[in-house]
C-alpha cells in the first residue's frame, strides 16, 4: 500500500495499519517511494546527451547508448546488449545518473557538462549550438 504522509488522512490510515501489522506481529517492509524522473530533469538529461554527442560526433541514440554503457547501464541478455530506459528511473536515480554522467564526462573524457543551474544561464547559447548540430 502507498500513503502520501503530506495529507492528514493517509497518516491516520498509515497508522491504524501499522497498529493492525503491530498486533499481528507481521513481518513488513518499509520503504520510501520516489516519483518518476520530472519533464525539467528529462529536457536537462538530454541536453547534456546533445552537448557530449556535439563534442564527441555521435547522434543522439548513438550518444545514449554509448554513455550507458560507460557508465554501467547497460545489460546482456541472450547473447545481446539492452540499455536501461531513464524514463523508469526515480528523481533520485535519474539525478544520479546525471551527476554520474558529468562526472565521468570531466574526468575521462575532459568535456565540462554544465550544472541545471549554469545550463539556465546560458540557456540561449547552448541550445543554439545544439540546434545547429542537430
Sequence with gaps: ???DLSKSYD????????????????VVEFKEVFKNRTITQNAYL?????LWGLHHGYLMNETKQLVKEQL?????????????ETSRMTTKELTIFIDKFRDWSNITCGLYLPTPEEYKIDYVRISNEIKNYY
Design 11 to 26: 497518516n491516520q490510515r498509515l497508522l491504524e495499519y501499522h497498529k493492525r501489522l503491530l498486533k499481528k506481529k507481521s
Design 72 to 84: 554501467g547501464y547497460s545489460y546482456e541478455k541472450k547473447g545481446r546488449v539492452f540499455y536501461e
Design 46 to 50: 538530454h541536453v547534456l546527451f546533445s
Design 1 to 3: 500500500m502507498k500513503y
